[in-house]
């Protein structure tokens, strides 16, 4: 079982920046595939970018490449996600999550989640 924990939502407005973060257990950065998803009220939940040391890949959904980036911090075994230029439309609960499926970005494959924190971004 891989425990995840997100913390760093809140309320910003557009064109400011915010760092979410996910704690993981010890693991799991060797042995999965680290991503993040977000909901919208009323929408699906939809990839945003994932990262991978295990298999060398770090990529982002197109709506935030380029504004999001997504590090780690290996010796505190979290990842980030940081958000710049945030605009109303990210406006959502952003997941983190673990799988070992490499080659799918659809929710179904990735089994362990965090449970999620609140992004509000005003105009």
């Known amino acids: 079982q891989v425990q995840l924990v997100e913390s760093g939502g809140g309320l910003v407005q557009a064109g400011g920046s915010l760092r979410l973060s996910c704690a993981a257990d010890g693991r799991t950065f060797s042995t999965y595939v680290m991503g993040w998803f977000r909901q919208a009220p009323g929408k699906e939940r939809n990839f945003v970018g994932r990262m991978s040391w295990r298999d060398a890949i770090m990529d982002y959904a197109d709506s935030v490449k380029g504004r999001f980036t997504i590090s780690t911090n290996n010796a505190k075994n979290t990842v980030y996600l940081q958000m710049n230029s945030l605009k109303p439309e990210d406006t959502a609960v952003y997941y983190c999550?673990?799988?070992?499926?490499?080659?799918?970005?659809?929710?179904?494959?990735?089994?362990?989640w965090g449970q999620g924190t609140q992004v509000t971004v005003s105009s």
């Open positions: 999550a673990a799988t070992n499926v490499l080659n799918s970005v659809t929710p179904s494959a990735w089994p362990y």
